[in-house]
């Protein structure tokens, strides 16, 4: 019998981890729990170290160290606290395949340690690409690590690949829901609170996103993220708006035909296939029913209602460490909206500012990263406050 794969999960009390445990926890045959870190959901990392007999647990915040401890180290629980520990212990032997389900630019440090070691890593913190893609993707190259997209259009665009041969990619089409504004006139788009934009149509994600998907910001978040995992230029990346989240995106090649990967809108499928690659495993979701469904719907994207879409686009032709400006700025606002501080088209305006007033640097270094996020999160700050 083969060996189980076995797993860490960086993450694994946010939407993508708890999906992760989910699809494991379907198929113990395959999969174990090596490790799972979370950043302060203590509660939820105790039960979920219980079930899935997890042998190294990290709690980030040093805090909730001490209340993780109680509950697990009488059991022979080994429980760590803080990212340093995070990004020691993803290089274990014992790891085989790490999932990237941090949010934004905290997943960064782990990530690389994991791909420094040579993992495997199913990636779903696009953040990380997008603040980092040219480092990220050197240090999987340099090291043997492997990077499987977890956001579902990059798995989509993946599976596409798989039946490309070696044909180049013309253009790959990545396909947006348009998110809960997408049919909204501009002005109520302005006065939209977060509860609103939190009610997203077709997918089941962490707060975070979910804002991002309805400014569109997580849109162009993706393209850098195409870039940077397909080795595609911007202009070959297209988005189509598709609120059925059907088609999960497609890939053309130059004769012009198109290959699509489609399914219902559910995260467990990309979780699934990256943890399986390549065989595919049941998940437990709902399959298509292309006559109940009847009909697919697309349009252009509106950069007009959704600045933020266009910000990325501009992001990425400048290059260097201006994404990871435009990302260092997003997370301050969109924490900022979260909280009701800011208006809907405050995102976009201080995303703006941060391209604007970025002391760029054309091929940063990782310092010039963490410089610039740090630099332009106390900038997005400044406007706030
Ligand atoms: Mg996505």
């Not at 199913?122 to 603040?131: D, G, I, M, R, Y």
């Not at 690590?145 to 665009?157: F, M, N, R, T, W």
């Not at 006065?191 to 162009?220: C, E, F, Y």
Request: glycine content about 8%; overall charge negative; some cysteine.
């Amino acid at each position: 019998m083969k060996r189980k794969r076995r797993i860490a999960i960086l993450g694994s009390t946010g939407s993508i981890g708890t999906q992760t445990l989910d699809v494991i926890r379907q198929h113990p045959d395959l999969f174990e729990v090596e490790l799972i870190s979370a950043r302060r959901s203590a509660d939820l990392l105790v039960r979920q170290a219980l079930e899935f007999d997890a042998a190294h647990v990290v709690i980030c915040d040093e805090a909730r160290y001490q209340e993780v401890a109680d509950a697990l180290q009488p059991r022979g629980t080994k429980v760590w606290a803080g990212v340093d520990s995070l990004c020691d212990l993803v290089g274990m032997e014992s790891v085989d395949i790490v999932v990237g389900a941090m949010v934004g630019f905290s997943g960064l440090r782990p990530t690389l340690a994991a791909l420094r070691a040579g993992k495997a890593v199913a990636l779903a913190n696009k953040e990380t690409l997008v603040a980092a893609g040219a480092i990220v993707t050197r240090t999987a190259r340099e090291h043997g690590g492997v990077i499987l997209p977890v956001d579902s259009e990059h798995s989509a665009i993946f599976q596409c690949l798989l039946a490309a041969g070696d044909n180049p990619v013309e253009k790959v089409h990545l396909t947006a829901s348009g998110g809960p504004f997408r049919t909204w006139e501009r002005l109520r788009i302005a006065g939209a609170t977060a509860a609103q934009a939190l009610r997203h149509p077709n997918w089941d994600m962490g707060a975070k996103v979910t804002i991002d998907s309805a400014t569109m910001m997580n849109k162009g978040f993706e393209v850098i993220e195409a870039k940077w995992l397909f080795d595609l230029e911007p202009d070959q990346i297209q988005v189509v708006v598709h609120p059925e989240s059907v088609i999960h995106s497609m890939v053309e090649f130059t004769d012009g035909a198109v290959i699509a990967q489609l399914g219902c809108p559910d995260m467990r499928e990309p979780i699934g296939f990256a943890l399986s690659f390549p065989q595919r495993v049941t998940v437990g979701n709902k399959k298509l029913d292309f006559a109940a469904l009847g009909s697919l719907t697309f349009e252009a994207p509106d950069t007009e209602r959704f600045p933020c879409l266009a910000l990325a686009y501009e992001a990425i032709r400048r290059g260097g460490n201006a994404p990871c400006a435009l990302n260092a700025a997003n997370e301050v606002a969109v924490a900022a909206y979260l909280k009701d501080l800011i208006s809907f088209y405050d995102i976009a305006k201080i995303g703006e500012r941060a391209l604007a007033g970025v002391n760029f640097v054309a091929d940063p270094s990782l310092e010039d990263i963490f410089e610039t996020n740090r630099e332009t999160a106390a900038i997005a700050d400044g406007y706030i406050h």
